[in-house]
């Protein structure tokens, strides 16, 4: 284990040490989960090599969004037009 110092706000001191008592846990150990939590959350975004090589193929219409589009799209194919 090594010692890490860090800098906050007086007030998310306070409550991290107030979320810390009430898990029964230690800040540092809440600091421990939430960086491994955050961690394993942006390796599960790590897109593979053909979901790289097909983004940015498709362009949008000026003003639609993905959910629109695709609503659309399911309207027209199920005939809810």
């Given at each position: ?33 939430f960086i491994r939590l955050l961690a394993s959350r942006q390796e599960q ?9 097909a983004s940015g193929i498709v362009r949008l219409p000026q003003g639609k ?17």
């Amino acid at each position: 284990m090594k010692k890490l110092t860090l800098s906050a706000d007086p007030e998310v001191i306070a409550l991290a040490h107030r979320l810390a008592q009430e898990s029964g846990t230690s800040v540092s150990s809440m600091f421990e989960r939430f960086i491994r939590l955050l961690a394993s959350r942006q390796e599960q975004r790590v897109l593979g090599p053909l979901t790289k090589k097909a983004s940015g193929i498709v362009r949008l219409p000026q003003g639609k969004s993905d959910t629109q589009l695709l609503e659309e799209a399911l309207l027209e194919k199920y005939g809810l037009e």
